[in-house]
C-alpha cells in the first residue's frame, strides 16, 4: 500500500524521503521502502514505451535533487585518465603514427586540437567502424602525444566522493537494468519466425532507457565504478535474474531466455549435467556446431562439430564437402553460463546483432579498468557465438563493423591480449573459430586429378567470402599477432601452429582457372575478387604479422618450426590431390599461400636469423614437386598475355593484374619467385631450364630449322611465349629482392621502378611501392627513410595550371643520374600492372636519353649491374653456366642471323641480358664440377663444359634437326653417289648436334627419382608430349636434315652486328683496342653487343684472339641457300616496310600542314582580324555586303532578309556584376561565430535599394528609364566567333535531337556545341544585312554647330519607327528575344510596379546592353587603359546584340512630353503647368542615370546613327554627369567650406568661360541646392567630423575625374562596337580620362599629354550652363513628399565598383572543416550530411539535403538560382572539392586545396593537412568572372535539382 501512497505523491519529495531514510544507521525500513517502489515502478510487464519509470529512476538516482544538478556534481568527482570517447561510424578522428604504439590508436578532435603533434605524421580520417579516443592509454600511445586535459593526472586533485552521493544509483540501478534484460528476453523472437523488423521494434522502444544508461557512463569515473560493480556482481545477477517464486512474468521471462540459449546451440550449465553430448546437439539447428567456448579441457566432443545445416545458400553449387573435426584435442567447447548482468547484456546485444546503442554503451565503460577486464572476458566466451549470429545475419557488414568497433577496442591493448591468451586461451578460440567459420563453405578441390582430389577449398562464390564475413574475426587475429607476446605464445604451441596450417591449406589452389577451348564462357563469374581478397586477408596478413617477430637469431627455433610445418602440410597437399610430376594442363590457380607462408620463413631465416638454407629444404623430389606449381602460374601469366586464355572473358586478366599489383605483389608474385629461385640454385639447372621452356610451350620452336611444328600453340603465340619464357629467365636470374638486397636497397629499386614508368604524385607513390609489414597498419617500412629515399632518386615538379584548364598535381620525376645509373627496366617488367607501362618507360628513357645527348636512336633497355648474391644462393648462377641455356641461347643467335619467323628484338634483347649476366656472374668452382660423363648425354657433344665464357668460342659445325618435307633444308638433290661423298656425308651425321629439351628432361628426373629410391615403377606415364597423334590432314611429315653451321656464339655476335649495323665489316679487327668503354651503357642492339664482346675479350684472352680473328675474315652472312624463298620474303619485307614508313612520313607531313591551317583559320580568334566575322566590330568602310561564312554547309555568302546568317552564342543570366563591392579586397568567409559577411554593400542591392526608392516618390514609368537593373540576373551574351545560316542551325539541331548518345547538354532547351570548334552554345543571333554604302555617311564629320546637332537628334527621336516588314529575319530576331527573356528569371525582369508592362519591357532591353557593356568592361580589367583586345573582345558580340535590341526597342516610341532629350538641351519655359500634373513627378535629372540614358537614346533612335549624331548624344549626357559630380562632392563638404567655395565661385561666374570653370559651377550647384528644403541640413553634424581634411582644388579635379570616368569608358566602348574605332591606346591609368576625352570627341585631338586635362574643359553646354543647372537643381529642391535624406541618398550616387571577387579562403583547410564540418543548417537546425559552401556570398547549405528540399529543388540549386541566377560555386565541406551547377548541370571543378606534395585529397580520404593553391583559386574566380565554366570544363552531367 506503502508504494501507492508514494507513487501520487511528489517524484522528487519521495525522493528525497526515501534518501534520508535509508542514509540512517538502521535503512531497513527505507530499503523496504524502495524495493516496494521499484516492484510497481520498474514492472516489465508495462510497454517499454511508457517513461514515467524513466523519470522515477532519474529522480530516485538523484535522490531528490535536480537531475541535471546531480550529473554536475557526480561529474566533479571524475577521477578518469582517460577520454574514452566512443564514437560511430563518419565521425571525423585523427591518427597519428608518431605518437602511436599500437597501428589502430586514433584520437579524437579535442585531445588531437589539444595535443603537440607538429611535424608528427598524421592524418585525419572518417572513422569506418566506428572507434573510441585513446588518449590518456599509455598502452596504445606514448605520453607525449596525450593532450593537455589527460596528460595532467586527474586523479591526484580529485576530492573523495561522498558516500551517501550514489547511494541511491546503487540501491536502484541493479533493478533498472534487470528491467532492460527482462525486456529485451521478452522482445525477442528467433530470427526464423520472425523478421528483422521485429527486433529493431523492440529496441526503438528500449531507445530512452539505454540512452539513460549512456547518459549515466558520461558522468565520468564515480559513476562507472558504481555500474561496474552492478554489472559485474554474481550475487544480484543471482538474487535478481530467476525472479521471484511467486512472480508468474519473472519466471517466464527466464524460460525465454533459457530457450534463447538454447537455439543458439549454447546450454546452460544445468541441463548440460542432465544430458549426454548427444541432447547438446539437440538444439533447433542440429546444435549448430555448438562451440560455445570457455576455458577447461572438457571431453572431447566430436559429435558437436558438425556441418551448418543450412545448405540454402548453397544451392546450384557444387556440393559442399563435410569435414571430420580438426578441432584440437582438448575441446574447446564447453557451455556458456551467464554470471553476471554483463554477461547477458552481451549475449542479448549479440542476438539482437550489435545495436549501435548498446555497443556505445558497452564501450563507454571501457575506461574503468575492472570493467575492461570482465568485459573482455566476456567478449572472448562469447566469441563463437558471435561469429555464428554473424554468419547468419543478413545486415553482416553492419554488424561487422559494430563487432570490430568492440574489439579493436580490446585487443589493441598488448596488456590486456597476453592476459586473455594466458587466461581464456584467446589464440585457440580465435583459430578455432576461423576454422569453422570456413569450413561451412569447402567444396572439393578440382585441382589435378579432378576424381580422386581428396583435397577441399573455401568456394569463393559463397557469401561469406564474397562479402567479406569473415573479416573483423581475422581482423581480431591479425590485431593480437602484432603484439610480441602473444605471437610467440602462438609460434611455441604446435599443435595450434598445425591447426593454422590446415586453415591456411583451405585456401591452396582456390578458385581454380581451367581454360576455355573452344566457346567463349558464357557468364564471367567475378568470384576472383573474393579468392584474392581472401588470400591477403586471411592467409597473407597474418603470415606477415607472424614474421615481424621473427627477426632476430633467438626466434630461430620458431623459423624451423612453422617450416617444417609447412613442408608437412604442403606433403599432405601434394597427395591429397595426387600430384606425381606434371602440372594437369590448362588450369592454373593463383593460390598457394602453403607456397608463400614457406617461401617467407625460409627468406627471413637466411636474411635476419642467419640459419643455413640446407638445413631448411626438403630433398630433391619435394624441391621439383614445390617449383612446379608457381613455375605453373609464370607460364600462365605469359600465355594469359599471349591471349591464349582469351576464351574465359575479361577476368582471367584481371587475376594476372591482380597477382603482380602493389598491394599483392610482395605476397603473392614475390615470394613465388623467390621460391623458383631457390629450386633452381638446388635442382640440376638442365633440369631447371628445360622445365621452364616445357611449361611455356615453346620447346618446338627451339630448333635450328626454319620452319617447325607446334602441337601446343598457334603461331601468332610463339613469339609472345618464347619473349615470355626468356624474360622470366632474365628475372628468375636477376632479381635480388630476397637474395641479399638490403631494405633500403628494396625500397629505392621500388620507387625507381615505379617512377621511371610514370612520374607519380606522392600518394600514389606511397599506395604503389609494396609496404613490408602488415598494410593495414598504415606504417610504411621505415617511413622516415621513404621521404629521404623519395628526394634522393626524384625531384618534385610543382603542380602547373594549364591554360586548358586541366588540373595538374605536384609529381616526382626520376632525377637524371637515376636515368642514367639505376634504371632497371626488369623491375619495370616485373611490376607493370599494365603492359603499356613498359613502353612507358621505355619512351621516357629515350626521350631522357635524346635531351641529353647521349644517344638518338631508339635504345635498347639498359643493362644493370645487380647486387652481389648471399652466398647461400650462389647455385642460381649455375643456370646461366649450364650446356642447356647454352644450346638454347646459340640456337635463337641462330634463327635472329637467319631471320627465322617469330623472332623479335625483344627476343634478342633478352637472349644478349642472359649472356651478359652469365658473364657477369662467373661460376668459380667450375673444375670439380667437371666430372668426366659416364654416360653419353646426348647433349654434352654440344659443348666441352658449362662455362659461359669457354663456351662462348666454341665453334659448332653440323646440326641434325627434324623439318617438315617442305622445308627448304630438306636436299631435294638425289643421295650421294660417290663413295667419297658417302663417307663424309656419314662423317657430319655422327658430328651433327641433336637436341631434345623433352627427353632431357625427363632423363633428369627419373634419375632423380632412382636416386631418392622411390617406386620408379608408379612413374612410367605416357610421353604425352614429346611423340605425338597426328591428326588427318595435317602438315606433312618430320624428316630428319643435317645443316652445316659452322659458327660459334662469338662469330654469331659478331655477324648479328653487321647485320644490324647494316655495314660489312661493321667491326674492324682491332676494334677492341680502340673502343671507348664507358659509352657503351647506353645505346641499342648494336652498343649491347659491343659491351658483350668488350667483357668477354677482357675476362679471357683467348675469346679476345677469336674475336680478332673472327673481325678480320667474317664476310656477309650466308644463308644454306642463296636463293631460298623465306630469304627473298624477308628482303622483299624490308623494302616493303621501307617504303611504306615512307609514305606514312609523308601523309603524316601533309596532315600536320592541313591541322595548323585549319587551326589557323578556325581556332585563332586571337587576332580579330583574320575574318570579318569574327569581330564584327571592326568591320571597316567597306563598299559591298559584309560576307559570312557557314560553318555548316560551308558556303560563304551575305546574311539576307530571306536567308539570315547568324552568330553562334551562349545565353546565360549572370549576377557576377551584382556582386561587386566598393573595397577592392575581398571578403573573409567566417570560420568563427563572431565573423558575419553582410550583403548590404554589393552593386546589386545598391541599385535594388535606388529603385524602390524611386518608385515610391516618382512616376513608374520614369522610374523605370532613370536606372538600369540586369546586375543580377542579367543576360550576357558571348559568342565563339562562328556564323551558321538559321535553316542550317534548325536542321543541325534535328539531326542532334535524334542522336541518343548526346551527353551534357540538352537538345531540348536550345543547348548545341558550334559545328566547329565545339564551344557550348544555346541559341543564334541573327546578323543584321550589312549595307556597306552608308557606312562612309557614318563616319563622315560634319562641322555643323552643335545647336544644329541638338536639333537633329530631337528631330531623329521623333521619328516615328517603321514596322519592319514580316521577314525570316525580323521573326528571328523575336525569337532571339524570347530566347533572352527565357534566359533568365522571371523575378529579375519584373521592377515595374505593372508586371509585363511595356514599360517593364523596354528597362530590360536597354539594361541587356548595358549588362554586357559593364561585363566586357571588367573583363578589360575595370578600365580602358590598355587598350588592350582582351580575351572578352573575341567572345564580344554587341554589335549584332545592338542591332536586334534595337530592332525590338523602336517599337516603344518615347512620349515627347517626356523625353528626358529636351531637359538636356532646353531650359523649360512655363513652370506653373506643372502644379496640376499627375499625382507623380518624373524623376529629377540629377537623380538619373547618365549611361542608362545613354543606352535609351542610341537605342531608340534610326540605326545606322551617325557618328556625330553619337558624339552629340555623349557631349550632352557628360554635361547632366559632371553635374551631377558636383553636387556629389558638394555633400562630402562641411558647411564652412560649402561657403567658402560659394563665395570663391560666385567671383569668377561672370567671368568669362565661366560655363567651363569648375569653381564657378561648383559654388552655383552649392547655392541652388541650398534653397527651399536645402538637401544640406541632413548631414551637418557628421561631416564635421568626418572632413579633417581639406579639399584641395586637386583632389576636388581628382574626384570629379574618377565620378565621370565609368560612364566615358561605357560610351567609349559603345562607340568602339557601333563605328568599329580603335580604343584608346594610353598605358597610364593617369592619362585614362584625357584620351577617352579625345577618344569621344570631347576634346580636340590636338591635345598634348603633357597638359593637365580639367574635367570641366569637356563640357559643351547647348543653353546657357547656368540656366540648366538652376532647371535641374530645382526639380530637386522642389520636392515636397521627400525627405531631405532621401533625396540625399538618391544624389549621391557613386558609379565606382571594384572588380568582382570570391570569398578569401583560410590558408588551411582544416580552419574551414573544422567549424563547418558540425555546424548545424540554418534553416533544417540539422547537421547536413553534405555540408556545401558558396564561394560567392559565403551561404552556409546542405547538399543533396532532403531537409532543405522545396518544390523538389535541393538547397544547393536554389541557392545557385538566387545567388548567381542559376550558377553556382560551392565548395563541398567533406570532400574539399568544388562543384559547378550552372543551368540544369554541374559539373566537378577540382579543388583549390593541395597538400604539401601538391595533391587533391578528393573525400578527404589521405586526411593529410591541405593549403590554399592560390593559382588555383585565381583561375576559378577568372572563370567564374569571365563565364566561361562552360567551355572549360568538359565533364558535366545534369543535376535534376537533386544537389
Given at each position: 500500500m506503502m508504494a501507492a501512497s508514494q507513487l501520487r505523491r511528489d517524484k522528487r519529495a519521495t525522493a528525497a524521503h526515501l534518501k534520508a531514510d535509508l542514509n540512517r544507521t538502521d535503512n531497513s525500513s527505507g530499503v523496504r521502502q524502495l524495493q516496494e517502489l521499484l516492484d510497481v515502478v520498474l514492472n516489465p510487464e508495462k510497454p517499454a514505451a511508457d517513461t514515467e519509470a524513466l523519470d522515477w529512476c532519474k529522480c530516485l538516482i538523484a535522490g531528490g535533487e535536480c537531475f541535471e544538478e546531480f550529473c554536475k556534481t557526480v561529474r566533479s568527482y571524475d577521477n578518469a585518465t582517460l577520454c574514452g570517447l566512443v564514437w560511430t561510424a563518419n565521425f571525423v578522428a585523427y591518427r597519428c603514427r608518431t605518437c602511436g604504439i599500437s597501428p589502430c590508436m586514433s584520437l579524437c578532435a579535442e585531445c588531437f586540437n589539444n595535443?603537440?603533434?607538429?611535424?608528427?605524421?598524421?592524418?585525419?580520417?572518417?572513422?569506418?567502424?566506428?572507434?573510441?579516443?585513446?588518449?590518456?592509454?599509455?598502452?596504445v600511445m606514448r605520453d607525449s602525444g596525450f593532450c593537455r586535459r589527460h596528460r595532467l593526472r586527474n586523479w591526484e586533485n580529485t576530492p573523495s566522493i561522498p558516500l551517501d552521493l550514489l547511494l541511491m544509483s546503487e540501491m536502484v540501478l541493479p533493478r533498472f537494468i534487470l528491467c532492460i534484460i527482462q525486456y529485451l528476453r521478452d522482445g525477442y523472437i528467433e530470427p526464423d519466425t520472425s523478421t528483422e523488423r521485429d527486433l529493431q521494434k523492440v529496441l526503438q522502444q528500449l531507445e530512452p532507457q539505454i540512452s539513460f544508461l549512456e547518459e549515466l557512463t558520461k558522468m565520468g569515473g564515480a559513476m562507472r565504478t558504481v555500474l561496474t560493480k552492478i554489472l559485474t556482481n554474481q550475487q544480484a545477477f543471482k538474487d535478481l535474474s530467476m525472479g521471484q517464486e511467486d512472480n508468474l512474468f519473472a519466471k517466464t521471462n527466464y524460460d525465454k531466455y533459457l530457450s534463447a540459449l538454447k537455439n543458439s546451440g549454447l546450454v546452460s550449465v544445468e541441463e548440460k549435467s542432465q544430458g549426454t553430448a548427444a541432447d547438446v546437439t539437440s538444439g533447433a539447428e542440429g546444435g549448430a556446431g555448438a562451440m560455445v567456448l570457455l576455458a577447461g579441457p572438457g571431453s572431447p566432443d566430436d559429435s558437436s562439430k558438425e556441418e551448418d545445416q543450412d545448405g540454402g545458400q548453397s544451392v546450384g553449387q557444387r556440393k559442399r564437402v563435410k569435414l571430420s573435426s580438426s578441432t584440437k584435442d582438448p575441446c574447446i567447447i564447453e557451455s556458456l553460463k551467464h554470471k553476471c548482468f554483463l554477461e547477458e547484456l552481451l549475449f542479448w546485444t549479440i542476438k539482437y546483432e550489435f545495436p549501435q546503442k548498446m555497443v556505445t554503451f558497452l564501450l563507454n565503460m571501457l575506461p574503468d579498468q575492472d570493467y575492461k577486464i570482465t568485459f573482455t572476458k566476456t567478449f572472448v566466451q562469447h566469441y563463437a557465438f558471435i561469429m555464428k549470429t554473424l554468419m547468419k545475419s543478413h545486415e553482416s557488414d553492419t554488424m561487422s563493423n559494430r563487432i570490430v568497433h568492440i574489439s579493436v577496442q580490446l585487443f589493441s591493448n598488448e596488456e590486456l591480449a597476453r592476459h586473455m591468451t594466458e587466461e581464456c586461451q584467446l589464440l585457440d578460440i580465435m583459430v578455432t573459430v576461423l576454422l569453422y567459420m570456413m569450413e561451412s563453405c569447402l567444396i572439393k578441390s578440382e585441382l589435378q586429378d579432378e576424381e580422386n582430389s581428396r583435397h577441399v577449398v573455401v568456394n569463393c562464390s559463397e557469401a561469406l567470402l564474397k562479402n567479406n564475413t569473415y573479416w573483423p574475426l581475422v581482423s581480431d587475429f591479425i590485431n593480437i599477432l602484432s603484439h610480441q607476446s602473444v605471437a610467440k605464445k602462438f609460434l611455441e604451441d604446435h599443435s595450434l601452429l598445425m591447426l593454422w596450417m590446415s586453415f591456411v591449406s583451405f585456401f591452396q589452389g582456390m578458385n581454380l582457372n581451367k581454360r576455355e577451348l573452344n566457346e567463349h564462357v558464357e557468364f564471367e563469374s567475378q568470384t576472383y575478387y573474393a579468392a584474392f581478397a581472401a588470400e591477403l586477408e586471411a592467409c597473407a596478413q597474418p603470415m606477415w604479422g607472424l614474421l615481424t617477430h621473427c627477426k632476430v637469431k633467438e626466434t630461430q627455433e620458431y623459423t624451423k618450426?612453422?617450416?617444417?610445418?609447412?613442408?608437412?602440410?604442403?606433403?599432405?597437399?601434394?597427395?591429397?590431390?595426387?600430384?606425381?610430376?606434371?602440372?594437369?594442363?590448362?588450369?592454373?590457380?593463383?593460390?598457394?599461400?602453403?607456397?608463400?607462408?614457406?617461401?617467407?620463413?625460409?627468406?627471413r631465416a637466411v636474411k635476419c636469423q642467419g640459419l643455413d638454407l640446407d638445413s631448411l629444404l626438403p630433398d630433391q623430389e619435394m624441391l621439383m614437386k614445390i617449383m612446379v606449381h608457381p613455375l605453373q602460374i609464370q607460364a600462365c601469366l605469359s600465355e594469359i598475355h599471349s591471349n591464349m586464355w582469351v576464351r574465359n572473358g575479361l577476368q582471367i586478366k584481371g587475376q594476372a593484374m591482380t597477382y603482380v599489383q602493389s598491394h599483392f605483389c610482395n605476397s603473392m608474385i614475390d615470394p613465388d619467385i623467390y621460391l623458383l629461385q631457390v629450386c633452381a640454385s638446388r635442382l640440376d639447372p638442365d633440369y631447371f631450364i628445360s622445365s621452364v621452356f616445357e611449361r611455356f610451350k615453346v620447346v618446338d620452336l627451339l630448333t635450328m630449322a626454319s620452319q617447325h611444328?607446334?602441337?601446343?600453340?598457334?603461331?601468332?603465340?610463339?613469339?609472345?611465349?618464347?619473349?615470355?619464357a626468356l624474360t622470366f629467365l632474365v628475372i628468375l636470374t636477376s632479381l635480388r629482392i630476397h637474395l641479399g638486397m638490403t631494405d633500403d636497397e628494396i625500397l629505392r629499386a621500388e620507387m625507381v621502378s615505379q617512377l621511371c614508368m610514370n612520374d607519380r604524385t606522392h600518394s600514389a607513390l606511397l599506395d604503389l611501392i609494396p609496404e613490408n609489414p602488415n598494410p593495414k597498419s598504415g606504417i610504411v617500412p621505415g617511413s622516415c627513410s621513404f621521404e629521404d629515399m623519395l628526394s634522393a632518386v626524384a625531384d618534385f615538379k610543382a603542380p602547373v595550371f594549364e591554360p586548358g584548364g586541366s588540373m595538374q598535381q605536384g609529381m616526382y620525376t626520376p632525377k637524371g643520374e637515376v636515368w642514367e645509373k639505376e634504371f632497371d627496366p626488369i623491375m619495370v617488367i616485373l611490376r607493370t600492372v599494365y603492359r603499356r607501362d613498359v613502353q612507358s618507360a621505355m619512351d621516357r628513357y629515350s626521350a631522357f636519353l635524346k635531351q641529353y645527348g647521349i644517344h638518338t636512336g631508339n635504345p635498347w633497355p639498359p643493362y644493370k649491374e645487380r647486387t652481389s648474391l648471399h652466398p647461400c644462393y650462389k647455385g642460381l648462377i649455375r643456370l646461366l653456366h649450364c650446356k642447356t641455356l647454352h644450346i638454347v641461347i646459340f640456337t635463337l643467335l641462330y634463327k635472329i642471323w637467319m631471320?627465322?619467323?617469330?623472332?623479335?628484338?625483344?627476343?634478342?634483347?633478352?637472349?644478349?641480358?642472359?649472356?651478359?649476366?652469365?658473364?657477369?656472374?662467373?661460376?668459380?668452382?667450375?673444375?670439380?664440377?667437371?666430372?668426366?660423363?659416364?654416360?653419353?648425354?646426348?647433349?654434352?657433344?654440344?659443348?666441352?663444359?658449362?662455362?659461359?665464357?669457354?663456351?662462348?668460342?666454341?665453334?659448332?659445325?653440323?646440326?641434325?634437326?627434324?623439318?617438315?618435307?617442305?622445308?627448304?633444308?630438306?636436299?631435294?638433290?638425289?643421295?650421294?653417289?660417290?663413295?667419297?661423298?658417302?663417307?663424309?656425308?656419314?662423317?657430319?651425321?655422327?658430328?651433327?648436334?641433336?637436341?631434345?629439351?623433352?627427353?632431357?628432361?625427363?632423363?633428369?628426373?627419373?634419375?632423380?627419382?632412382?636416386?631418392?629410391?622411390?617406386?620408379?615403377?608408379?612413374?612410367?606415364?605416357?610421353?604425352?608430349?614429346?611423340?605425338?597423334?597426328?591428326?588427318?590432314?595435317?602438315?606433312?611429315?618430320?624428316?630428319?636434315?643435317?645443316?652445316?653451321?659452322?659458327?660459334?656464339?662469338?662469330?654469331?655476335?659478331?655477324?648479328?652486328?653487321?647485320?644490324?649495323?647494316?655495314?660489312?665489316?661493321?667491326?674492324?679487327?682491332?676494334?677492341?683496342?680502340?673502343?671507348?668503354?664507358?659509352?657503351?651503357?647506353?645505346g641499342d642492339g648494336i652498343t649491347a653487343i659491343e659491351r658483350i664482346l668488350t667483357k668477354a675479350a677482357t675476362r679471357s684472352c683467348q675469346i679476345k684472339r677469336s674475336i680478332q680473328d673472327i673481325c678480320g675474315k667474317v664476310s656477309p652472312p650466308v644463308p644454306p641457300k642463296k636463293n631460298s624463298p623465306t630469304d627473298k620474303k624477308a628482303m622483299d619485307k624490308e623494302e616493303r616496310r621501307q617504303r611504306a614508313r615512307e609514305r606514312q612520313k609523308k601523309l603524316l607531313a601533309e596532315f600536320a600542314s592541313r591541322q595548323k591551317s585549319f587551326m589557323e583559320t578556325a581556332m585563332d580568334v586571337e587576332s580579330p582580324d583574320t575574318e570579318a566575322a569574327m569581330d564584327l566590330g571592326s568591320s571597316e568602310v567597306m563598299e559591298s555586303e559584309v560576307l559570312y561564312d557557314c560553318v555548316i554547309c560551308g558556303q560563304s555568302g551575305p546574311s539576307t532578309e530571306d536567308r539570315p546568317t547568324g552568330l553562334v552564342v551562349l545565353l546565360q543570366a549572370s549576377s557576377v556584376l551584382g556582386h561587386r563591392c566598393k573595397s577592392q579586397e575581398p571578403k573573409n568567409l567566417p570560420t568563427t561565430d563572431e565573423e558575419h559577411i553582410y550583403p548590404v554593400d554589393t552593386c546589386g542591392v545598391a541599385h535594388d535599394v535606388r529603385l524602390t526608392l524611386m518608385q515610391q516618390f516618382f512616376k513608374d514609368s520614369s522610374c523605370l528609364q532613370s536606372v538600369s537593373i540586369g546586375w543580377d540576373?542579367?543576360?550576357?551574351?558571348?559568342?565563339?566567333?562562328?556564323?551558321?545560316?538559321?535553316?542550317?542551325?534548325?536542321?543541325?539541331?534535328?539531326?542532334?535531337?535524334?542522336?541518343q548518345v548526346l551527353q551534357g547538354f540538352s537538345v531540348d532547351k536550345g543547348e548545341?556545341?558550334?559545328?566547329?570548334?565545339?564551344?557550348?552554345?544555346?541559341?543564334?543571333?541573327?546578323?543584321?544585312?550589312?549595307?556597306?554604302?552608308?557606312?562612309?555617311?557614318?563616319?563622315?564629320?560634319?562641322?555643323?554647330?552643335?545647336?544644329?546637332?541638338?536639333?537633329?537628334?530631337?528631330?531623329?527621336?521623333?521619328?516615328?519607327?517603321?514596322?519592319?516588314?514580316?521577314?525570316?529575319?525580323?521573326?528571328?530576331?523575336?525569337?532571339?528575344?524570347?530566347?533572352?527573356?527565357?534566359?533568365?528569371?522571371?523575378?529579375?525582369?519584373?521592377?515595374?510596379?505593372?508586371?509585363?508592362?511595356?514599360d517593364n519591357d523596354f528597362l530590360f532591353m536597354y539594361s541587356v546592353a548595358?549588362?554586357?557593356?559593364?561585363?566586357?568592361?571588367?573583363?578589360?580589367?575595370?578600365?580602358?587603359?590598355?587598350?588592350?583586345?582582351?580575351?572578352?573582345?573575341?567572345?564580344?558580340?554587341?554589335?549584332?546584340?545592338?542591332?536586334?535590341?534595337?530592332?525590338?526597342?523602336?517599337?516603344?516610341?518615347?512620349?515627347?512630353?517626356?523625353?528626358?532629350?529636351?531637359?538636356?538641351?532646353?531650359?523649360?519655359?512655363?513652370?506653373?503647368?506643372?502644379?496640376?500634373?499627375?499625382?507623380?513627378?518624373?524623376?529629377?535629372?540629377?537623380?538619373?542615370?547618365?549611361p542608362s540614358l545613354l543606352i535609351i537614346f542610341v537605342l531608340t533612335m534610326p540605326q545606322p546613327l551617325r557618328k556625330e549624331h553619337f558624339t552629340c548624344v555623349v557631349k550632352m549626357l557628360y554635361n547632366l554627369q559632371f553635374t551631377q559630380a558636383l553636387a556629389a562632392l558638394s555633400t562630402k563638404f562641411s558647411s564652412e567650406e560649402r561657403q567658402a567655395w560659394v563665395t570663391s565661385g560666385a567671383l569668377k561666374k561672370n567671368v568669362g568661360n565661366s560655363e567651363k570653370c569648375v569653381e564657378a559651377l561648383l559654388s552655383y550647384v552649392i547655392s541652388e541646392l541650398s534653397k527651399d528644403k536645402s538637401v544640406y541640413k541632413v548631414n551637418a553634424e557628421e561631416t564635421t567630423m568626418l572632413s579633417s581634411s581639406v579639399w584641395s582644388p586637386q583632389s576636388i579635379e581628382f574626384s570629379l575625374q574618377q565620378f565621370c570616368l565609368p560612364f566615358l569608358r561605357l560610351s567609349c566602348l559603345l562607340q568602339h562596337h557601333l563605328y568599329g574605332e580603335n580604343l584608346t591606346g594610353c598605358q597610364e591609368e593617369e592619362e585614362e580620362f584625357s584620351s577617352l576625352s579625345v577618344c569621344l570627341g570631347l576634346l580636340p585631338s590636338a591635345l598634348q599629354p603633357s597638359n593637365t586635362v580639367h574635367s570641366a574643359s569637356c563640357l559643351e553646354w547647348p543653353v546657357n550652363a547656368f540656366d540648366l543647372v538652376t532647371q535641374w537643381c530645382t526639380e530637386v529642391t522642389g520636392l515636397c513628399q521627400m525627405h531631405a535624406e532621401q533625396?540625399?541618398?538618391?544624389?549621391?550616387?557613386?558609379?565606382?565598383?571594384?572588380?568582382?571577387?570570391?570569398?578569401?579562403?583560410?590558408?588551411?583547410?582544416?580552419?574551414?572543416?573544422?567549424?563547418?564540418?558540425?555546424?548545424?543548417?540554418?534553416?533544417?537546425?540539422?547537421?547536413?550530411?553534405?555540408?556545401?559552401?558558396?564561394?560567392?556570398?559565403?551561404a552556409f547549405v546542405c547538399l543533396k539535403g532532403v531537409c532543405c528540399k522545396q518544390q523538389g529543388v535541393c538547397e544547393c540549386v536554389l541557392h545557385s538560382q538566387h545567388c548567381g541566377a542559376a550558377t553556382g560555386i560551392f565548395l563541398l565541406i567533406n570532400a574539399s572539392v568544388i562543384i559547378i551547377i550552372r543551368g540544369h548541370r554541374f559539373c566537378l571543378w577540382g579543388s583549390v586545396y593541395l597538400d604539401a606534395h601538391g595533391e587533391e585529397d578528393r573525400d578527404l580520404r589521405r586526411g593529410k593537412p591541405l593549403f590554399l593553391c592560390e593559382e588555383r583559386y585565381r583561375v576559378l574566380e577568372q572563370q567564374w568572372v569571365s563565364h566561361t565554366f562552360d567551355h572549360i570544363n568538359k565533364r558535366w552531367g545534369p543535376h535534376y535539382n537533386g544537389l
Open positions: 595535443g603537440d603533434h607538429t611535424g608528427h605524421d598524421f592524418n585525419m580520417f572518417r572513422s569506418q567502424a566506428g572507434g573510441a579516443c585513446d588518449c590518456g592509454d599509455s598502452n618450426t612453422v617450416v617444417r610445418y609447412c613442408l608437412e602440410t604442403l606433403q599432405i597437399w601434394f597427395d591429397a590431390i595426387g600430384f606425381i610430376d606434371e602440372p594437369a594442363p590448362n588450369q592454373v590457380t593463383f593460390h598457394l599461400p602453403l607456397h608463400r607462408y614457406y617461401a617467407m620463413f625460409l627468406s611444328q607446334n602441337a601446343v600453340l598457334d603461331l601468332e603465340q610463339e613469339r609472345p611465349m618464347l619473349e615470355g631471320d627465322h619467323q617469330n623472332m623479335s628484338e625483344h627476343v634478342l634483347c633478352m637472349v644478349l641480358y642472359l649472356i651478359e649476366l652469365g658473364l657477369d656472374n662467373q661460376v668459380h668452382d667450375n673444375k670439380e664440377e667437371e666430372e668426366p660423363c659416364i654416360e653419353e648425354h646426348c647433349h654434352d657433344s654440344w659443348f666441352p663444359g658449362t662455362n659461359l665464357l669457354s663456351n662462348l668460342h666454341h665453334v659448332i659445325n653440323f646440326v641434325r634437326v627434324r623439318v617438315p618435307e617442305t622445308a627448304p633444308e630438306v636436299k631435294r638433290e638425289a643421295p650421294p653417289s660417290t663413295s667419297s661423298e658417302a663417307s663424309s656425308y656419314g662423317q657430319n651425321l655422327r658430328e651433327a648436334q641433336v637436341f631434345s629439351l623433352v627427353a632431357e628432361r625427363r632423363r633428369k628426373f627419373q634419375e632423380i627419382i632412382n636416386r631418392s629410391n622411390t617406386e620408379a615403377t608408379q612413374v612410367v606415364r605416357p610421353k604425352s608430349s614429346s611423340t605425338r597423334w597426328v591428326p588427318p590432314g595435317t602438315p606433312p611429315q618430320l624428316v630428319t636434315e643435317i645443316l652445316e653451321i659452322r659458327e660459334s656464339m662469338l662469330s654469331l655476335l659478331i655477324k648479328l652486328h653487321q647485320k644490324m649495323s647494316s655495314k660489312q665489316n661493321s667491326l674492324s679487327a682491332s676494334w677492341l683496342e680502340d673502343m671507348d668503354t664507358s659509352r657503351l651503357a647506353h540576373g542579367g543576360v550576357y551574351v558571348q559568342t565563339c566567333g562562328h556564323t551558321l545560316h538559321i535553316d542550317c542551325h534548325k536542321s543541325y539541331m534535328e539531326s542532334l535531337r535524334n542522336d548545341f556545341t558550334c559545328p566547329l570548334c565545339r564551344q557550348f552554345a544555346n541559341s543564334v543571333l541573327p546578323c543584321r544585312p550589312g549595307h556597306g554604302t552608308d557606312a562612309g555617311a557614318w563616319h563622315t564629320p560634319t562641322n555643323k554647330k552643335l545647336c544644329v546637332l541638338v536639333k537633329e537628334v530631337e528631330g531623329l527621336q521623333d521619328k516615328l519607327a517603321l514596322f519592319p516588314t514580316e521577314s525570316n529575319l525580323s521573326k528571328e530576331m523575336e525569337l532571339v528575344i524570347k530566347d533572352i527573356k527565357n534566359t533568365t528569371q522571371k523575378k529579375y525582369m519584373d521592377y515595374g510596379k505593372s508586371p509585363g508592362s511595356p548595358r549588362t554586357n557593356l559593364e561585363l566586357e568592361l571588367v573583363h578589360r580589367g575595370g578600365n580602358l587603359c590598355s587598350g588592350g583586345a582582351s580575351a572578352a573582345a573575341k567572345r564580344s558580340c554587341l554589335n549584332q546584340l545592338f542591332h536586334v535590341l534595337a530592332m525590338h526597342m523602336r517599337l516603344y516610341s518615347i512620349d515627347s512630353a517626356y523625353n528626358p532629350w529636351t531637359k538636356l538641351t532646353q531650359v523649360a519655359q512655363n513652370k506653373e503647368s506643372e502644379d496640376f500634373d499627375e499625382e507623380r513627378p518624373e524623376v529629377p535629372m540629377l537623380f538619373r542615370d547618365v533625396s540625399l541618398t538618391l544624389l549621391v550616387q557613386d558609379p565606382q565598383w571594384a572588380a568582382p571577387r570570391l570569398l578569401q579562403l583560410p590558408d588551411n583547410y582544416n580552419i574551414i572543416f573544422q567549424y563547418y564540418h558540425r555546424k548545424a543548417c540554418t534553416a533544417c537546425k540539422k547537421v547536413p550530411k553534405d555540408p556545401a559552401l558558396c564561394l560567392v556570398c559565403g
